[in-house]
């Protein structure tokens, strides 16, 4: 199992470009998420997703789109990228149910918008 | 007021120390508790989950005070790759949400 991965790794923008972010997961859990983690922030949610064509706010979901078309794939969208949106972005997943809790975190996505 | 507020630290201990952090949370009906273990630029990894009772494996105890309202987890005979930093993470109502908090960061010298 490749676990949870994340696309593209590192990423350059402009203000004003858009992108977007793939998570996948190979492991048939329920519920994914995205952070984005600043320094002395911690991780912060920005949407998650309870199951395939589902989703929901998280924190600070202000500025970002998300969809969950199939259940292995959460994709974060950045309609008009901003400087303020310069962070480390991290997908995770968790099993739910009697599986628990555990979320499992892909390696980061190294997002700088210029 | 954060959800789940820790020491930033860092710690920074000689080997074989044992060190202790600790970690608040704000929401009462709060339901998981867990311990994450961050490498310098790598992702989050589960370290140990908290049970009411508190647990122990190996040389890492935690201890969930659910009256007022913190975790702590108390790190024995400190390693040289026990160097990191340390979130404690709350989850609560339905599972859906887990909240972090910004981390302790341990440094373990020779």
């Known amino acids: 199992n490749a676990g949870v991965t994340q696309t593209p790794k590192f990423r350059v923008l402009k203000t004003g470009q858009s992108m977007t972010l793939l998570c996948a997961q190979d492991m048939n859990h329920e519920y994914m998420y995205w952070y984005r983690q600043d320094p002395g922030m911690g991780l912060r949610l920005i949407h998650y997703s309870v199951g395939e064509g589902t989703t929901a706010k998280g924190e600070v979901p202000d500025g970002y789109n998300v969809s969950r078309l199939k259940k292995q794939n959460f994709l974060l969208g950045l309609e008009s990228a901003a400087p303020s949106q310069t962070s480390v972005y991290f997908c995770?997943?968790?099993?739910?149910?009697?599986?628990?809790?555990?979320?499992?975190f892909g390696p980061g996505t190294r997002l700088t918008v210029t | 007021r954060k959800e789940v507020e820790q020491d930033p630290g860092p710690f920074n201990v000689p080997e074989g120390a044992t060190v202790a952090f600790n970690c608040t949370y704000s929401n009462s009906a709060s339901q998981s508790f867990f311990w994450y273990r961050q490498d310098c630029r790598k992702e989050p990894k589960l370290l140990m989950s908290?049970?009411?009772s508190g647990n122990e494996d190996g040389r890492f105890t935690a201890q969930l005070n659910r009256a007022s309202q913190y975790i702590s987890l108390l790190i024995r005979d400190s390693k040289l790759s026990d160097s990191a930093t340390y979130l404690c993470?709350?989850?609560?109502?339905?599972?859906?949400?887990?909240?972090f908090g910004s981390g302790t960061k341990l440094n373990v010298k020779p």
């Open positions: 908290v049970y009411s």
């Open positions: 993470v709350v989850n609560t109502y339905n599972f859906n949400k887990f909240y």
């Open positions: 995770a997943s968790t099993p739910g149910g009697d599986r628990g809790y555990e979320q499992y």
